[in-house]
């Protein structure tokens, strides 16, 4: 199984931008890269997600490596909000079910 | 997108009883899952709920520790039997929505907080 890579935690600045990194050196092709958020005392919720290509969304950017081995999620201005556990996870084509890792805590300081 | 509601949101239980936790969906969906979420740690897949056969567990898991029924598109259940306080852990459900071409995206429920004493 494909597995990611993610630092443990992180800290930011609120209104300052936020740049998470996840390394998946061993994606196949078809894989595409998600990433999810786990507010305190809630399910885990949506973020964003990608192929090959760079994406943006209300949210967030994904911002992803020529190679693919590595991608970079983007908060452009964090909030008190979005401190969370944020998830990187390669989407298996089969079976629609995801394998979550340990994440990075992001917290954000007034 | 999808709502998903669970029951119950919490419970506390005695040890060698069993628990069974609901996952209502508003639509009808194919792919539903049971994750638990262990204190402190990250989310680990128990098993994928298929409508009218049997669950497929994934390794570590098994029917008769977790028993999961699926009798149509937007109700299932995940049984958490002859508990020990090793099963005391966060219990989520979630459904997968393709909603673009080889994939989709993943909706949570907001978990069963359950403590065995």
């Known amino acids: 199984d494909a597995k990611t890579t993610q630092p443990n935690s992180m800290e930011s600045n609120e209104e300052e931008p936020v740049h998470l990194p996840c390394n998946h050196s061993?994606?196949?092709?078809?894989?595409?890269i998600h990433w999810y958020r786990q507010l305190p005392s809630q399910g885990p919720e949506y973020v964003i997600h990608g192929l090959t290509s760079n994406v943006n969304n209300r949210m967030a950017s994904l911002a992803i490596a020529e190679d693919r081995k590595s991608s970079t999620l983007i908060l452009h201005r964090a909030t008190l909000r979005d401190a969370a556990v944020y998830y990187c996870i390669l989407y298996y084509n089969q079976g629609g079910k995801l394998i979550f890792g340990q994440g990075t805590e992001l917290s954000v300081k007034p | 997108s999808a709502v998903i509601s669970q029951k119950p949101s919490r419970d506390i239980c005695q040890r060698g009883t069993s628990l069974t936790i609901q996952c209502q969906v508003d639509?009808?969906?194919?792919?539903m899952f049971w994750y638990r979420q262990q204190p402190g740690q990250s989310l680990t897949l128990i098993a994928t709920?298929?409508?009218?056969?049997?669950?497929?567990?994934e390794s570590g898991f098994v029917i008769d520790k977790f028993p999961i029924s699926r009798p149509n598109l937007t109700f299932s259940t995940l049984t958490v039997s002859n508990m020990s306080p090793e099963d005391s852990s966060i219990y989520l459900c979630s459904v997968a929505v393709t909603d673009y071409p080889g994939g989709g995206t993943q909706y949570f429920g907001p978990g069963t907080r359950l403590t065995v004493l």
């Open positions: 061993t994606i196949s092709g078809t894989d595409y």
């Open positions: 709920a298929n409508q009218g056969s049997e669950a497929t567990y």
């Open positions: 639509s009808q969906v194919t792919m």
